[in-house]
């Protein structure tokens, strides 16, 4: 290997770990920006033109959306980041899936308090502009969310105050989890799949489909 290839190929991976540091670092800035209410902070994660909804992009509109919102259904809340996997296509884009367990102060039409704990996950898509990297995408997939009191044991486990209850997306994703449901206990060994190849380890665990239709509420 020459010294000219030798050095092109330290700083690829050094820029890789650093590409890997900044973008966990922007689930973090997502969390703390979001939880502390500053709404400058949250959208500038995002790309200038960063798509809102069906008919609106840039950030002045997402901006929009999230003072709504956060005024409206939260008196509070705290967000807390786990697993945090993340794969590159290319040098300036990357996928990555994000655990995330919620609460929120939510109030009710009545005029009391719940608190209301959740269980999701995001599968992010991420790309680097201009030197920085951003969040392109967001896909929140839930689990479940309920009042701390009240487990959610059983079907439709998205359960806000004031709304009906609903399924979330938690494992729309991932194929995996309807074939191990709909396969038997089997007393035979089972074969083994060969470990995914670098950088398609998410990839791999979709079986290759494409992103399904989610609808967020």
């Known amino acids: 290997m020459s010294i000219e290839t030798s050095a092109k190929t330290l700083q690829q991976r050094i820029d890789r770990l650093e590409s ?10 997502y969390s703390l920006a979001l939880d502390m209410r500053d709404l400058d902070a949250m959208v500038n994660l995002f790309p200038e033109d960063v798509k809102v909804g069906k008919n609106s992009s840039g950030r002045a509109h ?7 919102t956060m005024r409206n259904q939260f008196t509070g809340t705290s967000h807390h ?16 899936v994000v655990y995330s367990k919620n609460e929120h102060e939510t ?22 502009i201009d030197g920085r990297w951003y969040f392109k995408r967001r896909l929140p997939c839930y689990w479940y969310a ?13 359960r806000w105050p004031d709304r009906d209850h609903y399924a979330g997306a938690y494992h729309d994703l991932w194929p995996s989890w309807q074939e191990f449901w709909q396969t038997p206990l089997s007393d035979e060994l089972p074969t083994v799949a060969p470990p995914a190849p670098a950088e398609q380890f998410l990839m791999t665990m979709r079986g290759h489909t494409a992103a399904p239709k989610i609808k967020t509420r």
């Open 107 to 128: 109030p009710t039409a009545n005029g009391d308090i719940e608190w209301v704990i959740m269980q999701m996950i995001y599968w992010d898509n991420y790309q680097r």
């Open 62 to 68: 997402l901006k929009k959306w999230l003072d709504e």
């Open 20 to 29: 890997l540091d900044e973008i966990r670092q922007l689930a973090a800035k």
């Open 146 to 158: 309920t009042d701390l009191n009240k487990p959610p044991v059983g079907d439709n486990k998205m």
């Open 81 to 96: 980041i786990g697993n945090h996997i993340i794969e590159f296509t290319d040098p300036d884009q990357a996928v990555g």
